[in-house]
């Protein structure tokens, strides 16, 4: 089959991916840049797909929009503390690529629905970009990946799958099934133990559902945090808090500059207390709330919703609740086990512990595939620097990179001492290296490729804007970057934070959920921009929104200039 050859090759048309094109697409407007979408519609995790009743945000209003364009104010029967149903997000998105236009085109008109992405190498100069086998070859010399965290499914090896009778369905799948309606479904049965498994559990029960949550005990890290946004104090939501640059200095990064009030919390025994008292705040307003061991009415089991480990180290998953009576739903009518499935057979679960469970579905809530990059050859995956299997990794290779972690990790530790006594916890191992990736979007080695969205961070929009910023001034070649050895030392930097900071989920390096402001501060200031600066104090006490991004564009232009081609 005849190949076809483009300036530029977006895979995935989620959050990301619109971002990463709409920005490049500012800066050349007319290159020949496409987007590939193995979906139906744009929107990844937020599109009409793979919505369902109870799917809120977990961003408020004036966040969950792009500088560009705002998002209209959804009714007042649409929102909790100023969250909104995803519908909203899946209507701006829905909008957003049909009304910006580069050259004639608009965003929708760009992408190409369908497209499953089988393998993609590099060939000389170029980019090979192979898909489904009755679509064209693409020839590109520059690919952006944005096909997001949340793309591949992680399904759970259940022994018995094939004599089990009953649909296993994973959540990426739920708005799509008719377990909500259907009658013959009405012993459900959800499996997993974070914000994606409480909506489904809540759902089901307020559908009718006999509901049962199974909690995964050996060699998971335990419950996740579910927290109320209802905050006390000047500011309207836990989100808020969570945007200011001042929530971001209690937390213990790599990323935090060194001033005298970062100096008194981390270096100093009354900074570290004041740090401590924060946290600990805040991990006992969420167990106040869920009252786990006292609540009255509740069933059996209920207990085991207590999280294993302090708010502060965010060992396992979590999520901000968005329904008032969540807790007492809950507790008076799902039937909790924290215990291990050993067998599924016709229409049943059988537990470690003895107990049987008669189910019509097993829902999953189990999470996505960390490392969503099988498009890549092992080989590729190692040269780019993407997370891949140990066994693939040379000797040496993994040699340099154990001893530049352990060289921060001991500075980390020098001035973070905090992160040197962790609680006792289930710490799941890493079954890959972690991300290699330059500010988590560039190759070390190659600047002709680009990963935008593969950091978790609070603001996802405000995220992978900038990170789209960033992007595209890496692949024009803008940047002033440094050596590759002092570039080195930072990914490691970044990798041995996130393990100590926090533990199981800071194994790929990628993690920085309270550190979002710092990051995005660090890329700007990469790419020379400053337009999105505050005074002083607002800088630290006014939450990060959108439209404080809105002048980024002309600003980039006028220092670097725009391009007709690609």
Not at 68 to 87: G, H, S
Not at 211 to 233: A, E
Not at 238 to 248: D, E, P
Request: proline letters at 5%.
């Amino acid at each position: 089959m005849d190949a076809e050859t483009v300036d530029v090759v977006i895979v995935g048309a989620g959050i990301a991916g619109i971002a990463a094109a709409r920005f490049y697409l500012e800066i050349h407007p007319t290159c020949r840049l496409v987007i590939l979408e193995r979906d139906t519609c744009a929107g990844g995790v937020w599109s009409s797909r793979r919505g369902y009743e109870g799917f809120w945000t977990q961003w408020t209003v004036g966040h969950g929009e792009w500088s560009d364009m705002r998002m209209p104010q959804p009714p007042e029967k649409d929102l909790y503390v100023n969250f909104f149903r995803a519908e909203h997000t899946t209507r701006y998105l829905e909008r957003y690529i049909r009304e910006h236009y580069f050259d004639g085109q608009s965003l929708h008109d760009r992408i190409r629905f369908g497209f499953r992405v089988t393998k993609i190498r590099k060939a000389g100069e170029q980019w090979v970009v192979q898909g489904n086998p009755d679509t064209k070859p693409l020839y590109s010399s520059k690919v952006i990946i944005a096909s997001g965290m949340a793309s591949t499914p992680n399904m759970p090896v259940l022994p018995g799958e094939s004599t089990f009778e009953a649909p296993i369905i994973h959540q990426e799948a739920f708005g799509q099934s008719s377990v909500l309606s259907s009658a013959d479904m009405h012993n459900v049965t959800v499996l997993g133990a974070g914000k994606s498994s409480a909506d489904m559990v809540y759902a089901c029960v307020k559908a009718g559902k006999s509901v049962t949550w199974i909690i995964k005990k050996t060699g998971g890290t335990g419950p996740g945090f579910l927290l109320s946004p209802v905050v006390k104090g000047p500011y309207p939501d836990a989100f808020a808090i969570g945007s200011t640059r001042i929530a971001a200095t209690t937390s213990p990064s790599t990323l935090l500059p060194e001033t005298w009030w970062t100096n008194f919390l981390h270096r100093t025994t009354y900074g570290r207390k004041l740090v401590k008292a924060i946290w600990a705040g805040a991990d006992k307003a969420s167990r106040t709330a869920g009252n786990f061991y006292g609540r009255q009415n509740a069933l059996h089991g209920f207990e085991n919703l207590s999280p294993h480990t302090p708010l502060f180290w965010q060992n396992g998953t979590g999520g901000l609740l968005h329904k008032e009576d969540f807790w007492d739903v809950v507790s008076q009518n799902v039937q909790v086990h924290l215990d291990d499935i050993v067998k599924i057979d016709k229409k049943s679960i059988f537990l470690r512990s003895g107990s049987e469970i008669a189910t019509d579905v097993i829902l999953c809530g189990t999470g996505w595939n960390k490392t969503p990059f099988d498009f890549f050859d092992p080989e590729e995956a190692v040269r780019l620097g993407l997370p891949h299997k140990l066994e693939d990794e040379k000797s040496e290779e993994a040699t340099e990179w154990a001893h530049r972690e352990a060289r921060a990790e001991s500075e980390i530790l020098a001035r973070f001492p905090m992160l040197a006594d962790p609680p006792e916890h289930t710490h799941k191992p890493p079954t890959t290296t972690p991300y290699r990736l330059y500010n988590g979007i560039g190759p070390l080695t190659d600047n002709t490729i680009a990963f935008v969205g593969f950091i978790s961070i609070a603001n996802y929009f405000r995220g992978v804007e900038c990170q789209a910023i960033w992007a595209t001034a890496f692949l024009d070649r803008k940047l002033d970057l440094p050596a590759l050895e002092a570039r080195k030392d930072d990914v490691a930097r970044t990798i041995a934070g996130c393990r100590k900071r926090y533990l199981s989920n800071g194994e790929l390096g990628n993690f920085l959920p309270f550190e979002s402001n710092l990051y995005l501060d660090k890329l700007l200031k990469e790419v020379g921009l400053t337009s999105y600066l505050r005074g002083r104090i607002s800088h630290y006490f006014v939450p990060s929104k959108a439209q404080d991004l809105s002048g980024l564009k002309d600003e980039y232009i006028a220092k670097y200039g725009n391009r007709v081609t690609g």
